[in-house]
C-alpha cells in the first residue's frame, strides 16, 4: 500500500527541480528574495514561495531580514543559505605537501591548511590532513575532493603508480580517506578549473598541458574529458622522443633533477629568465620548446582541438610559450591556438573545489528530497 503522505513520483520530481533552481541561484548570487528567484527562474511565484518554505523546513535556507522594495508598504523577506546547510573539503597533494581549503556551499573560504611532507605514509597524511580541514565550520562535509599527481584509475578510484614517477601519493584510494571522497589526478583538475573560470570556457575542444616537476596532458573534447580505460590518457611524459620518452629526452638536455626521477622546475625556469640576455639559454629555451612542441603537435594531430592551454610553474611562462606555439603552428596539420592557462593560482586545488562544490550541492539537494 502507498504512502498518503509520500508525494508522486512526478509531483517530487517537479519539486526536487524548482527547489534545485533555487539553490542553485542562492550558491550563486547569496542573499536573496522570493521575487528576485521568481524572476530569474521563470518559476511562478506561489511555486517559489513552497519551494522557500520547503528548504527553510529542511534547514537549507534561512530568511536574513526585510527591507522595503517595490511599492509603498510591500515588505520583501531576504533568504540565504543557512550556515549549517554544509561544507566542502578540497586537497592538492604534490612535493610540496598537501594544501587544503574548506567552503561553505557557496564557495565562502572558512579555513585554509598546509601541511609539509614528512615521514607517514601518505594515505595517513592524507587523511590527517582532510580530517583536520573537515573539523573546522558548521554542517556536515558533504564532499571532499583531493588532487593528486599521478593518474587515477576511473574504475577502482586509486592512485596508478607509474614506473618512475617521482610523485609520493603510492597506493591511495578515496575509501580510505574517507566518505564522498573525489580522487583525481592535478591535470585533469585544473583542466576543469580552466573549463570552468578561465581560458578554455569558450573552447569547443582543448588540451590542457602541464609542465612542471612531471608532465601531463588532460583532454577535453566538448564538455567530456577523456580519461582512458585505466585513466592514463595525457601521460605525455613517457611519449617516444627520438628513442627515449619525453621526460628522458627533456632530462638529457639538462632539465631534470641528479636526485629525483622528475625535471628540475628551477633550471627551467632559469632558462626561461635569461634567455633574453643570455645565448646559450636562448638556445636551451629553443630546445625545450621544441621538443615539447612536437609532442604537443602531436597531440593536435590526433585530437583537433580548438584550443591548447599551457600550464604549471613553468608551461604558462610566456618565453616558453611562444616557443611551443612556434613549432606547434610548423608542425600541426590545422590551426590550433596556443596559449598560456588564465587560472595561475594553484589551478588543481581550484579544480578539485569547483568538483566538490558540484558534489556538496548536489548531496544538499537529495537530502532536502529525502527529508
Given amino acids: 500500500m502507498s504512502d498518503p503522505d509520500r508525494p508522486l513520483p512526478r509531483l517530487a520530481m517537479l519539486r526536487a527541480m524548482t527547489d534545485r533552481a533555487v539553490l542553485d541561484h ?11 528567484l ?15 518554505r520547503r528548504l527553510e523546513t529542511a534547514g537549507a535556507l534561512r530568511a536574513t531580514g526585510t527591507d522595503q522594495t517595490g511599492r ?8 540565504e543559505l543557512a550556515a549549517d546547510a554544509g561544507r566542502v573539503v578540497a586537497a592538492e597533494v604534490n612535493q610540496q605537501g598537501i594544501r587544503t581549503v574548506t567552503t561553505d556551499l557557496t564557495g565562502t573560504v572558512l579555513t585554509t591548511g598546509q601541511v609539509s611532507p614528512d615521514d607517514r605514509p601518505m594515505t595517513a597524511a592524507v587523511r590527517d590532513a582532510v580530517a583536520a580541514a573537515s573539523g573546522t565550520g558548521p554542517g556536515p562535509v558533504r564532499a571532499t575532493a583531493i588532487s593528486v599527481a599521478n593518474p587515477v584509475d576511473p574504475v577502482t578510484h586509486e592512485v596508478v603508480a607509474l614506473p618512475g614517477s617521482p610523485f609520493p601519493e603510492g597506493r591511495l584510494r578515496a575509501g580510505e580517506i574517507g566518505p564522498d571522497v573525489l580522487l583525481d589526478n592535478d591535470v585533469n583538475f585544473s583542466a576543469l578549473a580552466e573549463r570552468r573560470e578561465g581560458a578554455a570556457r569558450e573552447a569547443k575542444s582543448f588540451a590542457y598541458i602541464y609542465v612542471g616537476a612531471g608532465l601531463g596532458v588532460s583532454l577535453y573534447v566538448g564538455d567530456q574529458l577523456v580519461r582512458g580505460t585505466h585513466g592514463l590518457a595525457g601521460e605525455i611524459g613517457y611519449l617516444d622522443s627520438s628513442g627515449a620518452t619525453l621526460a628522458s629526452a627533456l632530462a638529457d638536455q639538462g632539465f631534470g633533477r641528479s636526485d629525483a626521477p622528475s625535471l628540475d ?23 625545450l620548446g621544441a621538443t615539447l612542441g612536437r609532442a604537443v603537435a602531436a597531440i593536435c594531430t590526433i585530437v583537433d582541438p580548438d584550443l591548447v592551454l599551457l600550464g604549471g610553474p613553468a608551461g604558462s611562462r610566456p618565453a616558453l610559450v611562444a616557443e611551443i606555439r612556434r613549432t606547434v ?3 600541426a596539420p590545422g590551426p590550433v591556438r596556443v596559449e598560456a592557462g588564465a587560472v595561475t593560482d594553484s589551478a588543481a586545488l581550484r579544480g578539485a573545489l569547483l568538483s566538490a562544490l558540484d558534489h556538496g550541492r548536489e548531496a544538499l539537494v537529495r537530502a532536502v528530497a529525502e527529508s
Wanted: glycine share 4%; charged share 25%.
Fill in 38 to 52: 521568481a524572476a530569474t527562474t521563470g518559476i511562478s511565484k506561489p511555486t517559489i514561495s513552497e519551494s522557500v
Fill in 329 to 331: 603552428r610548423a608542425a
Fill in 26 to 36: 542562492v550558491f550563486v548570487h547569496g542573499r536573496t528574495t522570493r521575487a528576485e
Fill in 72 to 79: 509603498r508598504g510591500r515588505i520583501a523577506t531576504f533568504y
Fill in 265 to 287: 622546475v628551477d633550471a627551467i625556469l632559469t632558462t626561461l629568465d635569461r634567455a633574453a640576455d643570455d645565448a646559450v639559454a636562448a638556445e636551451r629555451l629553443r630546445l
